[in-house]
């Protein structure tokens, strides 16, 4: 039997942040832009933390093994920096490395900055979890997840989201069913082979 909600999981990574020294802008961009992103039903299990290897990959392996997350995503922590610990505390609780979803994120961000090169955001696989690190930039977050596009709103670069709900399909075992994950063709058009695209269950 399918699942029907997809859960999701947000860790806001930052220093000052998590000690109160200025407000988190990561988790609410990603609530905000998820709500108009999604169409199929979801629910959120947020974090803010500290920029402390041992804390983010406890925090990622408790949405996974404990909360069930299909899709986790982090923001802040990627830089060269030496407080910025997030990707190899995201490899070190890895299955598996998913290049593809860094590599892309690197390239939209070279439209604007010749800096993102020094990004080192990093997506894996845990168990049946997408993890991806985002950038810490609200309007860097936006891009990465949807792209660009040019005036008339045709796609221009594609964002990594359009890959994040075939990839969670690929992730289903007969034993462990995957949700049929929906977005707003208008946010971001999500991208399914012809003979992976299904009504969900109950329409």
């Known amino acids: 039997m399918q699942e029907d909600i997809t859960r999701i999981g947000l860790v806001s990574i930052s220093d000052r942040a998590s000690q109160g020294v200025y407000e988190d802008k990561g ?14 039903p979801h629910t959120l299990s947020t974090r803010l933390i500290a920029d402390d290897q041992a804390t983010i990959s406890n925090t990622i392996k408790q949405l996974v093994d404990e909360e069930g ?9 990627t830089g060269p920096a030496l407080r910025d610990v997030t990707p190899e505390a995201t490899l070190a609780v890895a299955d598996r490395e998913m290049p593809g979803f860094g590599e892309q994120m690197r390239q939209i961000s070279l439209r604007f900055v010749p800096t993102a090169i020094l990004s080192r955001q990093v997506a894996v696989i845990r168990k049946q979890c997408l993890i991806i690190n985002l950038p810490g930039q609200p309007k860097s977050i936006q891009e990465t997840l949807e792209g660009l596009k040019d005036p ?37 058009k999500a991208f399914r082979p012809k003979s992976a695209i299904r009504q969900p269950a109950g329409r």
């Open 27 to 40: 988790i609410p961009t990603l609530t905000a832009w998820l709500a108009q992103a999604l169409v199929s």
């Open 69 to 77: 997350c299909h899709l986790v995503l982090t923001t802040g922590g």
């Open 152 to 188: 008339d709103g045709h796609s221009l670069v594609p964002g990594i989201f359009a890959a994040v709900p075939y990839c969670l399909d690929l992730l289903a075992t007969p034993d462990q069913p995957m949700p049929y994950l929906e977005t707003d063709e208008a946010v971001v």
